[in-house]
């Protein structure tokens, strides 16, 4: 039975068309997984079938009654609650009805109205349908599944990351139970462990979903069926996400079979057309020009835009390039016990542990963007360092790639710039469309242009592989593994360091614990 019906959908941005006539529905028992490169119009799919966007034409059908549950790759929350306040806000309802359950037995202790006692009754035995006396239990699994216990519950939400929202929103979307989850990068500030968590969950829904995912692993082992977002077309395949791309193979090789079959008839017919089309066969060239005429032809396969990336390198003459020494970070206290490591020469180095711990903030630190508690942080004099900040904060959202760069870079010209975005996948009408309508995988794109503008000899990277579709992510990991200098980087995927890097360096490890 179909919970979503998508019918004829057609929506475009300028003059890029996102899809075309596209159809396809949700079923009960779907666990979707939604793909396709940056850019393709994935998420703006998701704000469609929520209602934030109306598309150009088609029609979006949910079945009457249902919860919908979504969670954004941009997700934020203003709210001046702590952690635990906003998780239990997931069960308002429930606590509404605890409280007029109160008032009613307040008010039978007044008047012994037995009416009174049988509405407490019926709220009673709603509450334990809902299990209202486990809230604070679930709310326990759920944090510490995503990894949320080590903020601790009375720390503000307001205080808290970017990253650790999400993750707070996803906790609490996940608390609510909706019919239906509509989740957008959900494991892009998870890690390991705590994906394992979501995955479990996610195959023990009892409802449907939609995930938006570049993460291939992840979608492998929480799909039965994929949607493909690609060249103005949806594809809906059944089976997991590998058996999705066999399908998707097959089909890409029929349409390039039936396109050079159709191609050679075509130059056939007119090379028929352009020598009888005068003579005793002129009647049959004619014919053959109708036929022509009224065929529909058909576009071989497409390939997008590919990525490429190379971070110029300027000579470091040095064995030693970062020491640090009984580093002690955190904001309102010490997150870390205090740190001690140094980094030689074209070493390559992980900083690995659960998001929250630390990570990002003993970056900051190094870089002197926050101020220590303690100890010392210092590169070699001749170090010149690139650095990738994973917040898509932009000075000004309006502006578009090509005049972001412009202003950092006012000597080059627009047709360089150009160049080097399309050279990091970012095409002609993306180049010219402010910043705030790309995606979190285009915006990112930008930004690792932006880098490969500056010659260095030291790159630290903080989860630039947030958002990035999986050819980019192979793109931007053998740049990395090119690059002559040092490289500390930060991430939650194994899968994209192991093999290359020459250290990891376990944060969890000197955590103070609480």
């Not at 949910?62 to 239990?88: P, R, V």
């Not at 995955?199 to 570049?214: A, D, K, P, Q």
């Amino acid at each position: 039975m179909s919970i979503l019906e998508v019918e004829n959908l057609t929506m475009s941005f300028a003059d890029k068309q996102l899809y075309s006539d596209a159809s396809f529905r949700l079923n009960k028992e779907d666990h979707m997984g939604i793909i396709g490169q940056n850019g393709a119009g994935k998420s703006t799919l998701i704000k469609i079938i929520t209602g934030q966007e109306l598309p150009d034409e088609g029609k979006i059908k949910w079945q009457n009654g249902t919860k919908i549950g979504y969670l954004d790759q941009y997700a934020e929350s203003a709210h001046d609650l702590t952690i635990e306040q906003f998780l239990k806000s997931a069960f308002q309802e429930l606590f509404d009805q605890a409280t007029l359950q109160a008032k009613y037995y307040e008010d039978y202790a007044l008047n012994f109205d037995d009416e009174l006692l049988e509405k407490a009754g019926k709220i009673q035995e709603n509450l334990e349908a809902h299990d209202f006396y486990d809230i604070d239990t679930k709310i326990n699994q759920v944090m510490v599944g995503l990894g949320i216990d080590a903020l601790g519950k009375d720390r503000q939400v307001s205080e808290c990351s970017g990253g650790q929202r999400s993750k707070i929103i996803l906790a609490k979307l996940l608390l609510e139970d909706p019919d239906v989850l509509l989740l957008d990068e959900p494991t892009n500030y998870l890690d390991v462990e705590h994906i394992e968590w979501l995955t479990e969950y996610l195959n023990s829904f009892r409802g449907c979903f939609m995930v938006i995912s570049h993460d291939f692993n992840f979608l492998e082992n929480i799909t039965n069926t994929i949607v493909d977002v690609a060249f103005g077309k949806i594809t809906k395949y059944t089976g997991s996400f590998r058996q999705a791309l066999k399908q998707k193979e097959a089909k890409k090789e029929m349409q390039q079979k039936a396109y050079e079959k159709q191609r050679r008839q075509i130059e056939k017919d007119e090379a028929y057309i352009r020598k009888n089309k005068a003579g005793s066969r002129s009647n049959m060239a004619k014919s053959r020009q109708k036929r022509l005429d009224k065929m529909e032809r058909l576009d071989p396969p497409s390939d997008a835009l590919q990525s490429h990336f190379k971070f110029p390198y300027i000579e470091l003459l040095s064995a030693s390039t970062l020491t640090v020494k009984d580093l002690s970070v955190g904001y309102k206290t010490p997150l870390l016990e205090p740190v001690t490591f140094s980094m030689s020469h074209g070493q390559k180095v992980v900083l690995k542990g659960f998001n929250g711990v630390g990570k990002s903030t003993l970056i900051k630190s190094v870089l002197g963007i926050i101020p220590n508690f303690g100890g010392s942080a210092k590169f070699v004099d001749n170090a010149i360092v690139n650095y990738f900040n994973q917040d898509l904060d932009w000075d000004d959202k309006e502006k578009t790639p090509l005049q972001t760069i412009q202003d950092e870079y006012p000597k080059l010209e627009p047709k360089t710039i150009r160049q080097r975005l399309a050279r990091a996948g970012i095409n002609a009408e993306n180049a010219v469309k402010p910043m705030h309508l790309l995606s979190g995988g285009e915006q990112t794109k930008v930004k690792l242009c932006l880098l490969e503008l500056k010659p260095s000899n030291f790159l630290i990277m903080d989860e630039p592989t947030n958002h990035l579709d999986d050819e980019t992510k192979n793109a931007l990991k053998k740049a990395l593994q090119t690059f002559p200098g040092n490289v500390l980087l930060v991430t939650h995927e194994p899968d994209f360091y192991q093999g290359w890097v020459d250290k990891i360096f376990d944060v969890e490890s000197v955590r103070i614990q609480k």
